[in-house]
T-cell receptor, first 111, second 114 residues
Framework: DAKTTQPTSMDCAEGRAANLPCNHS???????VYWYRQIHSQGPQYIIHGLKNNETNEMASLIITEDRKSSTLILPHATLRDTAVYYCIVRVGGYGQNFVFGPGTRLSVLP | DGGITQSPKYLFRKEGQNVTLSCEQNLNHDAMYWYRQDPGQGLRLIYY???????QKGDIAEGYSVSREKKESFPLTVTSAQKNPTAFYLC?????????????FGPGTRLTVL
């Protein structure tokens, strides 16, 4: 699986959009971009995933650049409960494949 | 979480003892996974199972064992051979969705060896 690079930490003001970047310059054509988050001492929570088109769901939007070498997760109106570690993962699509979680980005939403 | 339960939430064990962590899911998922997380680090795969009565070693299987006798259950045993078992253990499951699947995680079990 391709490697990802994320900033170690970020701050965001409550109510503002949080934009979390991820670099995956060695991504292959059949690899998807997944985002998970983990609130302290809980299991990771799935947020969103995509291949090459931008995706949106009730939690967030995922913007993937045209060359697919980077992506941005957008939380449109961050709340204090969005404070967590956010993981960007690239992996081959398909059933039963391992998820490789790196250290992620620690997002702090400030009041 | 959502349909995946792990018990207990906290577990203490003396050195030299085996201990079994429970993972149950009611999502009707075929695949189940065990990960280990150490402080400040990402997750590492221990074992996974794509179907009942079959399982595969992950990256750090030494000192661990699993069974998959039922679709809903995937218990993990931490044996005395595991040199550094104190960690946060996470169970996950996923369903076959063709080109892609999504893993859903349980709340975790924090194991401390005294």
């Amino acid at each position: 699986d391709a490697k990802t690079t994320q900033p170690t930490s970020m701050d965001c003001a409550e109510g503002r959009a949080a934009n979390l970047p991820c670099n995956h310059s060695t991504i292959s054509g059949n690899e998807y971009v997944y985002w998970y988050r983990q609130i302290h001492s809980q299991g990771p929570q799935y947020i969103i995933h995509g291949l090459k088109n931008n995706e949106t769901n009730e939690m967030a939007s995922l913007i993937i650049t045209e060359d697919r070498k980077s992506s941005t997760l957008i939380l449109p109106h961050a709340t204090l409960r969005d404070t967590a570690v956010y993981y960007c993962i690239v992996r081959v699509g398909g059933y039963g494949q391992n998820f490789v979680f790196g250290p992620g980005t620690r997002l702090s939403v400030l009041p | 979480d959502g349909g995946i339960t792990q018990s207990p939430k906290y577990l203490f064990r003396k050195e030299g003892q085996n201990v079994t962590l429970s993972c149950e899911q009611n999502l009707n998922h075929d695949a189940m996974y065990w990960y280990r997380q150490d402080p400040g680090q990402g997750l590492r795969l221990i074992y996974y199972s794509q179907i009942v009565n079959d399982f595969q070693k992950g990256d750090i299987a030494e000192g661990y064992s699993v069974s998959r006798e039922k679709k809903e259950s995937f218990p993990l045993t931490v044996t005395s051979a595991q040199k550094n078992p104190t960690a946060f253990y996470l169970c996950a499951s996923s369903a076959d969705r063709g080109l892609t699947d999504t893993q859903y995680f349980g709340p975790g079990t924090r194991l401390t060896v005294l």
